[in-house]
């Protein structure tokens, strides 16, 4: 798999069509369709979020780290306050992987360690062993793990 492919294909997209798009390597097309869910969103915070951190994620893929940044940026405040817990960990690895390719680790200690405590949080409240082992082993949250580990992030 690509690493365009394994960066949007980590997300849920607000548009089925975006990651269709994105399954067929077509990053700059599926920009548009993120950046056309953007629009369509901009109503729904909730929503906005997705669309808006589902567009980080292309320009992520599409190695243009600083737009990648400024969106996941504007996603994160979009869902803030929202108990969006699951997307703010996924705008949390988009933002760490978006500062490490700045060169700004330090932040991105600082991302990667946010989205841990929304991980550990969650986590702590599953009191079944199943559903929480199914919660912790997705692909994004082991992402996110090992780039944290990377960072020496305790």
């Known amino acids: 798999m690509t690493q365009a492919r394994l960066a949007i294909s980590s997300w849920r997209p607000s548009s089925p069509r975006a990651k269709a798009i994105a399954r067929s390597r077509c990053v700059d097309e599926a920009e548009v369709e993120a950046s056309r869910s953007v629009d369509l969103s901009s109503r729904a ?3 906005l ?3 808006l951190a589902e567009l980080a ?8 780290a600083a737009p990648a ?3 996941i940026q504007a996603a994160l405040r979009a869902c803030a306050g929202s108990r969006l817990g699951e997307l ?3 705008a949390r690895l988009t933002q760490t992987r978006a500062l490490m390719a700045l060169g700004r680790t330090n932040e991105a200690a600082v991302a990667a360690r946010r989205g841990l405590e929304l991980f550990a949080t969650f986590a702590a409240h599953v009191h079944d062993a199943r559903i929480r082992t199914s919660y912790m ?3 994004f949250r082991a992402q996110l793990l090992i780039l944290a580990k990377d ?3 305790g």
Request: glycine share 0%.
């Open 45 to 47: 915070p909730a929503v």
């Open 49 to 51: 979020a997705l669309a």
């Open 57 to 64: 994620a292309c320009q992520l893929a599409a190695k243009r």
């Open 69 to 71: 940044l400024r969106f």
């Open 88 to 90: 703010e960990e996924r």
């Open 137 to 139: 082993t997705t692909v």
């Open 151 to 153: 960072l020496e992030v």
